[in-house]
């Protein structure tokens, strides 16, 4: 069921994997079906280097498992509420990146002082105080965080990227961290200026 979308999700899933967006099991990724609604979800603690199509979960938008052996990613449930919540959302990407998880854990946004933040993220990427999902107040608290913004920190934890389709929500995550790795380095060396507003993707 659902095999090109499952594909599409383990190869983001992978080269998030391979260019070290985050170690181990952690992160997790997903894509909706725009046709039947079902998400397409990275299975829970399983490592991405051996992670093949047919372990990638099916669920529906309220969290059941339509197919798969595995348990989903243990954030399905944030993936979920995303997607009931946001209907212009396909491809959610969550990675641990550390320069801008270093931002998190100092609550400070990532001012876009590339055009890519700017353009991509649609402005600074916000950043969340540390957040115990499984409450209402804590999915509520990141869905506020990604209005007009299609990247938010969440402080202590990780990075989640959101748009209309997994590729784009995964050339985001490389970006945002690109921007908060440039954004660190500049305020080593002097006064980070943002770009304009009005930059649009080239
Ligand atoms: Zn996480």
Redesign the pocket.
């Known amino acids: 069921m659902l095999e090109p979308l499952r594909s599409r999700v383990l190869r983001v899933a992978q080269a998030c994997y391979h260019s070290d967006l985050m170690v181990s099991t952690?992160?997790n990724f997903s894509a909706r079906d725009p046709e039947t609604g079902l998400i397409a979800i990275t299975p829970s603690n399983f490592p991405y280097d051996t992670m093949k199509v047919e372990d990638i979960v099916v669920v529906d938008a309220d969290e059941k498992v339509v197919e798969g052996e595995h348990k989903p990613s243990t954030?399905t449930d944030v993936h979920c509420f995303v997607y009931r919540r946001r209907d212009d959302v396909h491809g959610i990407v969550?990675t641990?990146s550390p320069y801008a998880n270093a931002f998190g854990a100092v609550g400070k946004p990532i001012l876009p002082v590339l055009g890519t933040v700017q353009a991509l993220v649609g402005g600074e990427v916000p950043v969340t105080p540390f957040l115990h999902f499984g409450t209402p107040e804590a999915q509520e608290t990141m869905l506020k965080a990604l209005e007009n913004r299609r990247a938010v920190v969440l402080g202590g934890?990780?990075i989640t990227c959101v748009s209309g389709a997994i590729e784009l929500s995964h050339m985001i995550a490389n970006f945002v961290e690109e921007g908060a790795r440039v954004y660190f380095l500049a305020l080593q060396i002097g006064d980070p200026k943002r770009v304009p507003t009005d930059v649009k993707r080239t």
């Open positions: 952690a992160g954030d969550h641990h934890h990780g």
